[in-house]
């Protein structure tokens, strides 16, 4: 049913690197939003956006960052990854405001950084 | 800020018993409601979406209830399978500010062939 997707679905990293998660969406969806979830814990929201040059903070403070150029694409950037931030990272999308918006969510990408 | 709770945490039940999930939310300011099954590592998969005027929602062996008042919907799965074993999460869509979502702990589920 979703048409949204995050690449890469696993990613072990050193200590100290640069990494982007990607995230896709052909739904047309304005909002997006980026969760972060530890095993067993609940989902955080950590960063959102209304469209297309807009990004927000979640209530979850976050080192990462993400943009939001094009409607579909909505990256989310690690400039130096550390073991604190090994997590599973959930992306979602939904229409804003429009009937009764329904989030879809990715396959998520965990992350371990070593 | 809207605060999200799930009850239980965890629950076992053998096959084919009908069971019911509970989700309770502190404002009733909700645009939604929407439940969702995750598996274990994976992402989310939607289940139900009640909208804050509906009462209840079906699709299939599912029934999710909405009672925007109490600030309660519950999730009725009947005739169990090993198969529904995942953790269901509830989350309610807030009318107010960024009109986010705010998700419950989840309740993990265990069906016992």
């Known amino acids: 049913e979703a048409d949204i997707y995050q690449t890469p679905r696993y990613l072990v990293i050193g200590t100290g690197k640069k990494i982007t998660l990607e995230c896709s969406q052909t739904?047309?969806?304005?909002?997006m939003y980026w969760y972060q979830q530890d095993p067993g814990m609940e989902l955080h929201l950590i960063h959102y956006?209304?469209?297309?040059?807009?990004?927000e903070k979640g209530d979850l403070s976050s080192e990462s960052t993400v943009s939001r150029i094009r409607t579909e694409h909505f990256p989310l950037t690690l400039e130096s990854a550390r073991p604190s931030h090994t997590s599973q990272y959930l992306c979602a999308s939904s229409e804003f405001l429009s009937g009764a918006p329904k989030a879809f969510f990715g396959q998520g990408t965990r992350l371990t950084v070593v | 800020k809207q605060e999200v709770t799930q009850i239980p945490a965890a629950l076992s039940v053998p096959e084919g018993e009908n069971l019911v999930l509970n989700c309770s939310f502190t404002d009733s300011a909700i645009y939604n409601l929407q439940w969702f099954r995750q598996d274990p590592g994976k992402g989310l998969t939607s289940l139900l979406l009640i909208q804050s005027s509906q009462r209840e929602q079906t699709s299939g062996r599912l029934n999710a209830s909405l009672d925007k008042s109490s600030g309660r919907s519950t999730l009725y799965i009947a005739a169990s399978q090993p198969g529904d074993s995942a953790t269901y999460l509830c989350?309610?869509?807030?009318?107010?500010?960024?009109?986010?979502?705010?998700f419950g702990t989840g309740t993990r589920l265990t069906v016992i062939p």
């Open positions: 956006s209304y469209g297309v040059n807009s990004t």
């Open positions: 989350a309610a869509r807030s009318q107010t500010g960024a009109n986010n979502l705010f």
């Open positions: 739904m047309g969806h304005d909002k």
